[in-house]
T-cell receptor
Framework: DTGVSQDPRHKITKRGQNVTFRCDPI?????LYWYRQTLGQGPEFLTY????????KSRLLSDRFSAERPKGSFSTLEIQRTEQGDSAMYLCASSRSGRPQETQYFGPGTRLLVL | GEDVEQSLFLSVREGDSSVINCTYT??????LYWYKQEPGAGLQLLTYIFSNMDMKQDQRLTVLLNKKDKHLSLRIADTQTGDSAIYFCASSEGNYQLIWGAGTKLIIKP
């Protein structure tokens, strides 16, 4: 069990640029989640996938945000035309459905700074 | 909407016990979780408790659940400097939706 991995760990970009983050879940986990976390707050849910299907999207996920999980394994989160308000830690988590509880395991996060 | 509340800070002396408290509003909460976040890192699952349990112990960690008062606590025995982190409480109805507290920063005094 290698855990959830995320790449890159840190990203600095200029306002208006596009950025893409990658998440590799725990291999036997069919569910994958994206969260955003700002300083002093708990994680805010953005979206989740079951296999390759995107089943839920938060209102926080504006049309500048898009997430994919094309083969039901890794996922990417893209932010277009970044704004300073997008600066945050982006967390990915995975879980296995069908268990008694949906325990989510988190990756180390990607910290984004938009200048 | 549903809410989870925690104190923002807790300061304890090294070697003492830490007790981090959490209250939640969702009476349908089936599972309650404690996650630990060290500076600049992701969230590490510490433990969870099912709503039909009152207590769960795992080495230095003891979770107490008062379902009537919707109160959850995490006790860390013999607190060490490595326990310095932010501790998040989260509730779930058993599906993917987690409702998170804002986190309690645990500060260890030498």
């Amino acid at each position: 069990d290698t855990g959830v991995s995320q790449d890159p760990r840190h990203k600095i970009t200029k306002r208006g640029q596009n950025v893409t983050f990658r998440c590799d879940p725990i291999s036997e986990h069919n569910r994958l989640y994206w969260y955003r976390q700002t300083l002093g707050q708990g994680p805010e849910f953005l979206t989740y996938f079951q296999n390759e299907a995107q089943l839920e999207k938060s209102r926080l996920l504006s049309d500048r945000f898009s997430a994919e999980r094309p083969k039901g394994s890794f996922s990417t989160l893209e932010i277009q035309r970044t704004e300073q308000g997008d600066s945050a830690m982006y967390l990915c988590a995975s879980s296995r459905s069908g268990r008694p509880q949906e325990t989510q395991y988190f990756g180390p996060g990607t910290r984004l700074l938009v200048l | 909407g549903e809410d989870v509340e925690q104190s923002l800070f807790l300061s304890v002396r090294e070697g003492d016990s830490s007790v981090i408290n959490c209250t939640y509003t969702d009476s349908s909460s089936t599972y309650l979780y404690w996650y630990k976040q060290e500076p600049g890192a992701g969230l590490q699952l510490l433990t969870y408790i099912f709503s039909n349990m009152d207590m769960k112990q795992d080495q230095r960690l003891t979770v107490l659940l008062n379902k009537k008062d919707k109160h959850l606590s995490l006790r860390i025995a013999d607190t060490q400097t490595g326990d310095s982190a932010i501790y998040f409480c989260a509730s779930s109805e058993g599906n993917y939706q987690l409702i998170w507290g804002a986190g309690t920063k645990l500060i260890i005094k030498p």
